[in-house]
């Protein structure tokens, strides 16, 4: 059995081989048996039930919660040359019954549904009258009451126990905790279900959090190292995307928008480009999750915090799932910690909810401040050990001082003490540093005790330090909202000497803009492999359009990569390529080959270059900041953007940031006359000087379209 497993992976899907527990689920699926499936993102699910899928005779039904999910997947399973297809309510009727008939001849081997689709009885009895070869349950979380993704078709499900005893069952999820688990085992009647629980850690993703000095210069520098990869930018407000996306794209950092305030309609085409395109980034607040399976997501930055560890696991989880170097990166600040506190507090809900969740943002917080290896500290919170430390996060990297924080740390609660509990970390620190300023004389607290005594610490230092004291829970945010500290009863133990104090130290800023932006994802490319490396991009583009697919369905980073790096220089060679298999290496080998022996020059060709700039302009990038992204003359993107005008694929507005009155008069003299428009040059001499002329080109292009002249 292993063996035909084997043979179908190389054939059909172009690997060598099975990753982790996936070879034992395939023979245990493969062989009639349950199976419930724990794998983190990007562990490889798929591919345990697509094999056993064309392993067993008859249609193998897979349950997926959502359209975009099914659709990506038939698309890639329909570029390997396996006959699925996704059922879902955008298909009419008419179609419908072309599907049901081509499932009863035979004709197909998977079919995607939702769940509700599923459990409709004409479907269930439908599929009683065929041979069903499996059935496949994909994010079986969803089953839980208690998470978040809950959707109550799916508690229908359990029924298929009955109604198929026969055949075999597989559920699968990347979430991990026990309770979870438990419920998809009783809710989905998978009691003789073997259990594959896979490690839950993500190697191939750098982890770092720096504290937040200047989110959007430090964010900036991450970038400068990435320029190119597609990411996603986490923030906690829809006001703070909206601005930083703008931002970003001004900075000549393609960027969009993503949060539920948007239209449906738009986030549904931002989160297409995303898709589709590449080198998109993507501000987003947590609205942006479900569904992404992107696979070459290469980081995923947070300038705020998530308020647990589950979230942060989940949404860091979104990078790299193609098992190339991805990289998590997170600004933090007291700020943070004081907002989620004061969330917490306002929240609704009863005193057990809350401490429960006051428990997993300190979770989050002692992430923040761990001085020992991040991937250990995250690992052991969803109670798995690992041994060693992982050399693959900022603290292995870096290394981390801490020193004896006890002296410091006492004269700081002493501060927030004498002061009545009732200040922000600014005022204290100015008492502490004994500054004489208004504020300060105001209320008298020159004469407090703790007046200057703590000149030994920059500002920066104290601050640093309050936001320890705060994330460790040894003083406490006031409830009024205004950032107030006060102490907490588990400082009492440092007050009165019993404890000391042993604390991270903060780098510098200058050795952080250094050391920050730098990792294995950063460096995926060598500079004097990126020509060659675009080329292939460009070809898989082209494809890609071509198929009206996704460019990672043609193939995925991993195996463009290994093109690049072992050079196959004939088909043969072509074949052994990792995510290269048979019918891919028909289709496409041959393309891919030449590109490699610099037989066609597709780097820059004019097909390209208009997309490129196409997504830029709709980026809302301006045509100068294009034409230094592109490196080319702006009269050259003039000329690109009126062509893209002219055949609608950009608007006048996306192309161009023309006063509204000046773009009044511009079309008021091309429409002047009856009939045809005027060439650009009768109307020119009335802007010179004020207009460049590849501006009119471009107005005109658009009226062109519109009065369809
Ligand atoms: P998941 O659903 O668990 O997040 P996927 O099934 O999407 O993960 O797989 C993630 C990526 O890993 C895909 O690009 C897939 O083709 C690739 N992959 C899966 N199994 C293997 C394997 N055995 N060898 C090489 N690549 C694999
Ligand atoms: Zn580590």
Redesign the pocket.
Known sequence: MLDQAQRI?KDV?G?????GN?GAIIERVASGGDALVL??????????YQVPALLREGLAVVVSPLIALMDDQVA?LDELGVSAVALNSTLGPEEQRDIAERIRRNEIKMLYLAPERLVQPRMLAFLQRLDVALFAI?EAHCVSQWGHDFRPEYMQLGQLAELFPDVPRIA?T?TADKRTREEIVQRLHLENAERFLSSFDRPNIFYRIVPKEQPRKQLLGFLAERRGDAGIVYCMSRKKVDDLAAFLTEQGFPALPYHAGLPNDLRAYHQKRFLNEEGLIMVATIAFGMGI?K?NVRFVAHLDLPKSLEAYYQETGRAG???LPADAWMAYGLQDVIFLKQMLNNSEGDERHKRVEQHKLDAMLALCEETRCRRQSLLAYFDELLAQPCGHCDNCVDGVQTWDATEPARQALSAIYRSGQRYGVGHLVDILLGRDNDKVRGFGHQHLSVFGVGKALSEGEWRTLFRQLVARGLADVDLDGFGGLRLSDSCRPLLRGEVGLELRRDLKPQQVAKGQSKSPASQLVRSEERETWEALRALRRKLAEEHAVPP?VIF?D?TLLEMLRSQPASLADMASV??VGARKLERYGQAFLEVLQGGVDVAKSPTDLRHELITLARAGMTPAQIARQLDCSEKNVYAMLAEAIGQQQLSLDQALDLPEDLLGEIQEAFLDGEGELPPVAAVAEQFAGRVPEQVLYCVRAALQVEFEL
């Open positions: 992976l899907f690997y060598d081989a099975f990753r996936q794998m983190p993102t990007g562990g490889g699910k798929s591919l345990c890639t994909d699968l990347a399976d696979p799932r193609d098992g990672y995925p991993a990792s995510g």
